[in-house]
């Protein structure tokens, strides 16, 4: 459908190129702003990378070589931060398909209220990370009202529990407001690819005999392969930017025993100062999420829809 | 026929079960911002309080600079997403409709900085930031959140602009117009649902966005919403969680409204997105 305007057609014939202005005219401020705001601070990043870098101070910067990586790769603390982001995007990302998925069976399979309980398990979406992350902090402080409710009204724990004060429990607490606010995320995005289901599948697995669960993991699992794919991509992504719910819930205490990736990255350069430390730290973290990403893609064959689309 | 009816009442249950558990925090936030700050400690806490109070709102709406925070964010959120919305359709008009050298390369840069987390280069922004003398400016914040929000905006216009037949660019260019015409007279009009679709998602992108306006602003009259509300810890030695959570329901109110008028696009987007993968 693409056509060639950059050079108008009957121009040619002379060798004369006319450049189309309007298009330059249309494409040069994304481009621009696409260019200068992310592509060179990816460079600039790399570059970064090698130097003991001072920020503002790039006479004084010293090339360091693979120095910044080597102190990554060794640092214990890189690597619990890296572990805790692995350990959160285990955790979040099947959990929130999983109840999201529930949930848009559920919603698909009511005839009223639809709207209503879409609109409802789409509200935490919608709630800032940082608002999020102050209630969650309200709930499980040590006087908050879990702790209330588990030791001295139900009795089932001994003491209160310092939730945001220990590395477990500190990351369970992210974990959960994680799951909590992407639940409503995956119900839309599984309600739509629900409706996308034929409905003739379902009528004719009805004739043969075969129950709900049956029907479940034989037309509507293969049907959706696509969308579940889509999002364990993206929830895979959105594991690796979390940064707001532990900067403010833990702040990576008790001695950045809950930092996850992208909190310790901003702490090496903006608290410690360290910006090739950092730089070489967020070039991994690149690195790390990409390869994640095309393994997901080379694992998961979508021909499943296809087969579908065929049969029906 | 009486086993159907047992399993819809049993799926309203559950439903209605799940609602209950994901609302409480959000409960809890509106119950808190309406209490008495001294109680927020009170022994036994209770979920809701005998006394409801707008102590706090009164507090937070007149007694400091609430609303100079509001009024930032309001015009970082409607500058970034007008601009935004105008910048991602043109590039992904040029992309979805003409031929040029770079554009399959342009468009895989695109899409590739959608994987990487935007807050891996916040260093070399910060860096861009200072050399613009962008530090500390409202303003500063605007040129970086349309570089964030453009990949993802651009992505799902495109993909709309391609189902537009180019039949309709076709009459222009027979008439005489130009690309840009085009762009005004049918791309604009035509895939304003697209263009509206993106344009709440970066408005709550941009209206909750933190770690940047942290990194960026200093000064308290600069401070966006995010800022202000996690801000408001470290001034006092007890955090006073009523007026913290009575500023945090009324920033959450434009988004509620926002979401609740423009449900269907929420949806379409979303849905668009998923299936078009």
């Known amino acids: 459908m693409a056509q060639n305007y950059l050079t108008m057609p009957g121009v040619t014939e002379k060798k004369k190129i006319k450049i189309n202005y309007p298009l330059i005219f249309l494409l040069l401020p994304g481009l621009m702003v696409f260019l200068l705001f992310t592509i060179y601070p990816i460079v600039k990043l790399l570059i970064m990378s090698f130097f003991d870098w001072q920020l503002g101070l790039e006479q004084k910067s010293v090339f360091v070589g693979f120095k910044n990586y080597l102190q990554v790769i060794t640092d214990p603390i890189c690597r619990k931060a890296i572990a805790n982001t692995f350990v959160y995007a285990l955790v979040t990302v099947p959990s929130q398909i999983v109840l999201g998925l529930c949930v848009a069976v559920l919603i698909h399979s009511t005839k009223r209220g639809k709207i209503t309980f879409r609109v409802l398990y789409y509200l935490p979406v919608i709630t800032s990370w940082v608002i999020a992350a102050l209630v969650f902090k ?82 509507t699992l293969p049907s959706i392969k696509n969308t579940i794919l889509f999002a364990l991509v993206m929830l895979s992504i959105g594991a690796f930017n979390v940064f707001t719910s532990i900067q403010l819930m833990t702040g990576g205490h008790p001695a950045h025993q809950t930092e996850v990736a992208l909190t310790w990255m901003y702490y090496k350069a903006f608290a410690a100062r360290d910006f090739g430390y950092a730089a070489a730290f967020s070039y991994i973290l690149a690195m790390i999420i990409t390869l994640i990403t095309m393994m997901l893609f080379k694992y998961f064959p979508n021909d499943h829809t296809r087969r579908i689309e065929k049969l029906t | 026929m009486k086993t159907a009816k047992k399993y819809k009442l049993l799926v309203y249950l559950i439903l209605i079960f799940g609602v ?258």
């Open chain 1, 138 to 219: 309200y709930i499980f402080n040590n006087e908050g009202f879990l702790n209330y409710l588990l030791c001295d009204l139900l009795q089932l724990t001994e003491n209160y529990i310092p939730w945001l004060d220990r590395p477990a429990t500190g990351l369970f607490v992210a974990e959960l407001l994680g799951i909590w606010k992407g639940i409503g995320w995956n119900m839309v995005v599984f309600l739509a690819a629900l409706q996308g289901v034929p409905v003739e599948l379902y009528e004719a697995a009805s004739i043969d005999g075969s129950g709900k669960i049956k029907q479940f993991f034989y037309i």
């Open chain 2, 20 to 277: 209950v558990i994901t609302s409480t925090p959000m409960l809890y936030l509106i119950s808190t911002s309406l209490r008495p700050n001294g109680s927020l400690y009170e022994y036994p806490p209770k979920l809701w309080p005998d006394k409801l109070t707008f102590e706090n709102y009164r507090y937070v709406l007149f007694k400091v600079d609430f609303y100079r925070s509001f009024l930032n964010s309001l015009f970082v959120a409607i500058t970034t997403v007008l601009l935004a919305a105008f910048i991602a359709s043109s590039l992904a008009f040029c992309l979805a409709r003409f031929d040029f050298p770079g554009k399959n390369l342009l468009f895989a840069a695109i899409m590739a900085t959608m994987i990487i987390p935007g807050m891996t280069l916040i260093i070399p922004q910060f860096e861009l930031a200072v050399t613009f003398k962008l530090v500390n400016k409202l303003g500063g914040l605007i040129p970086f959140y349309i570089a964030w929000v453009i990949p993802f905006s651009t992505f799902m216009i495109k993909g709309y602009i391609e189902g537009i037949p180019a039949d309709f660019d076709e009459a222009i260019y027979m008439d005489g117009g130009n690309a840009f015409t085009v762009y005004r007279t049918i791309i604009l009009p035509l895939a304003s649902p697209s263009i509206a679709a993106v344009s709440i998602f970066n408005f709550l992108t941009v209206w909750e966005e933190y770690p940047w306006a942290l990194t960026v602003l200093n000064d308290l009259e600069k401070r966006t919403l995010p800022i202000t509300i996690s801000g408001f810890f470290g001034q006092h030695n007890f955090t006073l969680w009523g007026y913290v959570f009575a500023m945090s329901v009324i920033s959450l109110l434009p988004v509620i409204i926002c979401f609740l008028f423009f449900q269907k696009y929420f949806i379409s987007g979303l849905s668009s997105g998923a299936i078009n993968h």
